[in-house]
């Protein structure tokens, strides 16, 4: 049973715009955690590098957790953590990419902000009653007295699935007479790398005819489409927590080319069709596309994603709740049962 449990979930990052945002994934794990009876409040602010607005932020939190009506706060990025510091019920920190690893700039470097942010999160770290990382690697940033969690952002299993590319291009319109490879993320970031992956797709089209096709922008369930009319996603970022473009592509049987990054070279172990690059040249990546192209098969990605299902996820993460909260806080979880929100 999970009624009593009370949750207060900040995020410094949030959804925008028509089409939702970057961080759907993370209105999606709060979706799943009330169908599993967990009362979830969610506080969403724009951080954007202004102590003013963490300032803010700290004050609104501050505010709730004064009425004394939550069990736990659970902070997305490890800068949200500090609105909820000093601590007045337990903490649980979801610790995403860069604030761990640092920020790029638009040079292509680590710039002064993201060493700021780094120093932040491993404060917040060491407070946290519990700290989770969404791929194993994310480990070293943290001070070694945090033991973390690793749990990645969960996929909804019935959004992202195979379906008949031919559909999918008609409902798109896309071309039925050329490669489509997928791009997805903000062409504008320098970490992901977009001019990497069109010079890519630029020498594969010189023997085979491709287009790359830019997913950033559109409605996730547009996304899901556009997996299943392409032929490949194209990786190219230089730094990545565990990418959740990928993890879709594998559920959709969509063949992945990605260069070594954050925890991709897990993600794709095993999975036929898909290919790791050995660097991020981008020779190496154009072999590895137009090899993947040239298969012209989907890939068997679906069966190695089935444990990154949302609801399977949801219940570990419900888990590590129970464990920062008092032993008469909330009676023993019982998977699969679930109160009404």
Not at 16 to 24: E, K, L
Not at 39 to 62: C, I, S
């Amino acid at each position: 049973m999970t009624a009593g449990i009370r949750v207060l979930m900040v995020t410094s990052d949030w959804l925008w715009d028509s089409w939702g945002g970057p961080a759907v994934f993370i209105a999606r794990q709060a979706e799943f955690l009330r169908r599993e009876g967990v009362q979830v409040d969610l506080f969403p602010f724009r951080g954007a590098r202004q102590p003013r607005n963490y300032y803010a932020a700290w004050q609104e939190v501050q505010r709730r957790l004064e009425r004394g009506s939550y069990d736990l706060v659970h902070a997305q990025f490890g800068q949200s953590g500090i609105t909820a510091l000093p601590k007045r019920v337990p903490l649980v920190v979801t610790f995403r990419g860069d604030d761990l690893e640092g920020i790029i700039g638009d040079s292509g470097r680590y710039i002064p902000a993201g060493w700021l942010l780094r120093l932040i999160s491993r404060a917040v770290a060491r407070r946290a009653d519990a700290a989770i990382v969404v791929a194993e690697h994310m480990k070293r940033w943290l001070p070694r007295s945090v033991n973390a969690h690793v749990l990645p952002s969960g996929l909804d299993l019935d959004l992202f699935r195979p379906a008949p590319q031919d559909e999918a291009r008609l409902r798109l319109g896309l071309p039925a007479d050329r490669r489509l490879v997928l791009f997805v993320g903000d062409p504008g970031l320098a970490r992901k790398r977009y001019g990497l992956a069109r010079l890519a797709v630029d020498i594969v089209n010189r023997s085979l005819p491709t287009q790359l096709v830019t997913g950033w922008e559109k409605p996730h369930q547009e996304i899901a489409t556009l997996m299943n009319a392409c032929d490949a996603l194209v990786c190219t970022s230089m730094q990545e927590g565990s990418p959740n473009a990928v993890k879709e592509a594998l559920a959709c049987n969509l063949p992945v080319v990605s260069v070594p990054v954050g925890d991709v070279a897990h993600r794709l172990h095993g999975v036929e069709g898909s290919e790791l690059c050995r660097d991020d040249r981008v020779e190496t990546i154009a072999t590895a596309l137009e090899q993947v192209l040239r298969r012209g098969k989907r890939s068997n990605g679906r069966l190695a994603v089935q444990d990154l299902d949302e609801s399977i996820l949801t219940r570990r993460l419900i888990d590590i709740y129970r464990s920062v909260l008092p032993g008469t806080k909330t009676p023993a979880y019982r998977p699969g049962f679930a109160h009404a929100s």
